[in-house]
C-alpha cells in the first residue's frame, strides 16, 4: 500500500473547486430563490393581513351604517307612527264633531217631526172631535125627545130581549141628572110602564137608559160618542 | 488476477505529476454536478417545476439538518456540508457504471475529504470564538482534558477517513471478488447493497463533519449531536 501525495493533493483542489462550483451555481441560486419565495409569501401574508383588517375596518364602516339605517328607520317608523297617530285623532274628532253634528240634526228634525205630528194629531183630534160632536149633537133630541126614543128603541128590540129587559130585577131609568116629577111621567108615559125606579148617572152626558139586572138599553149621548169614535176608528183603520 | 483497491491507476501523466484514475472520475463528476446545477438553477422561478422542487427540497433538508445541529444561520455551512454529501454520494454511486472505480475508495480522496474537514472545523472554531476562545476549548472541562482533545482532533478525522475509505474500498473489493467468480448478473444485490451503504455513508461523513463544526463553533459541543454516529459507524 502506497499513499498517492499527487492524487492527494489533486482530490483535495478538487474538492475545492467543486465546493466553488456547486456554491455558484446549486446552492447560493437555490437558497437565493426559496429566500426571495419566503419574502414574496411574507409579502403576500402581510397583504392579506393589510386586506383582512381592511375587510374587518369595512365591516365595522357597514355594521356602523347598518346601526345608523336602523335608528333611522326607527325615527322615520315612530314619526310615521305619530303622524298616523295625529291623522287618526283628527279624522276621529272630526268623525265625531260630524256625528254628533247629523245627531244634532236628527234630533231637531225629530223633534220638528214629533211637533209636527203632535200639531197634527191634535188638528186631527180637533177635526175628530169637531166632527164627532157634530154628528152626535145633530142626533139629539131635547128631553121630551129622549124619552120617546127610548121607547122606540126599546120597541126596536127582539121581544125575547125586550121581556128579558122588562122581567128583570130592579128595573130603572138612568138619567144624567135627578128628573123632575113631570119628566119622570112623561118617561113612565112613554114606555107604558109603572112603578120603576129612578138613578142619576153622570156619565151619560145626556139622555134617558132603562136598565135592569139582566140587560138595558142605551139611549145617551156619551154611547152615540161612543159609537161615533168606534165608527171612525174603525173607518181609518180600513 | 483482481487489482489491489490499495494500488493507484495512473491514466496519463501530466509533466511529472501522474494523473490517477480517481482524479479523472472526480473530474467527471465535477463536470456533471456543475453542469447539472447550472441546467437546473439557470431558470429558476418562483413557482417551482418538479426537478426545481426536488433540488430546493434537498438544500431546503440540509438546512434543516444544519439547522438542527448549529444553532444559527445555516448558510454559512451549506457549502461545505452540502458539497461533502454531493460529492460523496455520486461518487459513491458511481460505482454503478461499468469500469469506474468510486473515488471514495481511494485512501487519498478519503484523506483530502478528512483535511478538509480538519481544516474547516479549526477555521470554523477560530472565527466564531477567536483564537484564544478556541484555544481554550480544548481545555474544557479541565486542563487535565487538553492533551486529550488535541489527539482526538486528528483521531476524529482519521477515523471520518478510514471510515469512508474501508466502506466504499470494501464493497468495491467484494463486489469485484464476486463478480470474477460468479458472472454477470449475481453481483447485482450486493450493488443494490453498495447504493444503500454510499448514501449512508455520504449521509454520515456530512453529519460528522457538521458535528465536529458544530462542537468548535459552540465550544461545548454540538446542540443536538446525533448519537454515537461516530463510533457507530
Redesign the interface.
Known amino acids: ?12 483542489v ?6 466553488a ?3 455558484h ?3 447560493r ?3 437565493e ?2 429566500a ?2 419566503q419574502a ?1 409569501t411574507q409579502e403576500a401574508l402581510r397583504r392579506a393581513e393589510a386586506a383582512e383588517q381592511d375587510a374587518g375596518a369595512a365591516e365595522r364602516a357597514a355594521e356602523e351604517a347598518r346601526h345608523q339605517t336602523e335608528a333611522a328607520r326607527h325615527d322615520v317608523l315612530t314619526a310615521a307612527q305619530d303622524e298616523a297617530e295625529a291623522q287618526r285623532k283628527a279624522i276621529l274628532d272630526a268623525a265625531r264633531a260630524e256625528a254628533a253634528s247629523l245627531v244634532q240634526k236628527a234630533t231637531a228634525q225629530a223633534q220638528a217631526t214629533v211637533t209636527g205630528a203632535a200639531a197634527e194629531t191634535l188638528t186631527r183630534a180637533r177635526d175628530l172631535a169637531e166632527v164627532i160632536a157634530r154628528r152626535a149633537l145633530s142626533a139629539q133630541p131635547d128631553g121630551a125627545g129622549y124619552a120617546a126614543r127610548l121607547a122606540q128603541a126599546l120597541t126596536a128590540l127582539p121581544d125575547d130581549q125586550r121581556a128579558a129587559i122588562l122581567s128583570g130585577a130592579n128595573l130603572r131609568l138612568a138619567a144624567p141628572a135627578p128628573l123632575s116629577a113631570a119628566d119622570q111621567a112623561v118617561a113612565l108615559a112613554a114606555l107604558g110602564l109603572e112603578n120603576i125606579g129612578f138613578e142619576q148617572d153622570q156619565s151619560l152626558i145626556a139622555g134617558l137608559e132603562l136598565r135592569s139586572d139582566t140587560g138595558l138599553v142605551h139611549n145617551s149621548l156619551a154611547h152615540d160618542l161612543d159609537r161615533i169614535a168606534q165608527a171612525l176608528t174603525a173607518e181609518a183603520a180600513a | 488476477m483482481i487489482q489491489s483497491p490499495l494500488s493507484g491507476d495512473i491514466l496519463f501523466s501530466i509533466g511529472p505529476l501522474g494523473i490517477d484514475k480517481a482524479v479523472v472520475t472526480t473530474w467527471v463528476l465535477i463536470g456533471a454536478l456543475g453542469f447539472g446545477s447550472w441546467a437546473v438553477t439557470r431558470r429558476l422561478t418562483l413557482r417551482p417545476g418538479k426537478v426545481q422542487a426536488v433540488v430546493e427540497l434537498v438544500v431546503t433538508t440540509l438546512d434543516a439538518q444544519i439547522r438542527a445541529t448549529i444553532a444559527g444561520e445555516p448558510a454559512r455551512f451549506r457549502p461545505l456540508i452540502g458539497t461533502l454529501l454531493l460529492y460523496i454520494l455520486t461518487a459513491n454511486w458511481s460505482s454503478l457504471i461499468p469500469g469506474v472505480e468510486p473515488p471514495t475508495a481511494r485512501l487519498e480522496t478519503d484523506a483530502a475529504l478528512a483535511v478538509i474537514v480538519f481544516v474547516a472545523t479549526i477555521a470554523y472554531g477560530i472565527r466564531a470564538q477567536g483564537l484564544g476562545g478556541y484555544l481554550a476549548s480544548f481545555a474544557r472541562p479541565s486542563w487535565v482534558m487538553v492533551p486529550l482533545n488535541l489527539v482526538e482532533q486528528v483521531t476524529r478525522n482519521f477515523s471520518l477517513m478510514v471510515r469512508l475509505f474501508g466502506n466504499v474500498m470494501s464493497g468495491v473489493f467484494v463486489i469485484g471478488i464476486v463478480l470474477t467468480l460468479a458472472g454477470l448478473l449475481v453481483p447485482i444485490p450486493l450493488m443494490a447493497l453498495d447504493l444503500l451503504t454510499g448514501a449512508v455513508q455520504a449521509y454520515i461523513f456530512a453529519i460528522l463533519a457538521l458535528v465536529f463544526i458544530g462542537s468548535a463553533v459552540e465550544g461545548e459541543g454540538s446542540r443536538n449531536p446525533p448519537p454515537k454516529q461516530e463510533k457507530d459507524a
Not at chain 1, 500500500?1 to 483535495?12: C, K, P
Not at chain 1, 478538487?14 to 465546493?19: A, E, R, T, Y
Open positions: 500500500m502506497s499513499f498517492d501525495w499527487v492524487t492527494f493533493g489533486f482530490q483535495l478538487n474538492v475545492l473547486v467543486l465546493l462550483i456547486l456554491q451555481f446549486l446552492f441560486p437555490v437558497a430563490i426559496i426571495k419565495r414574496e
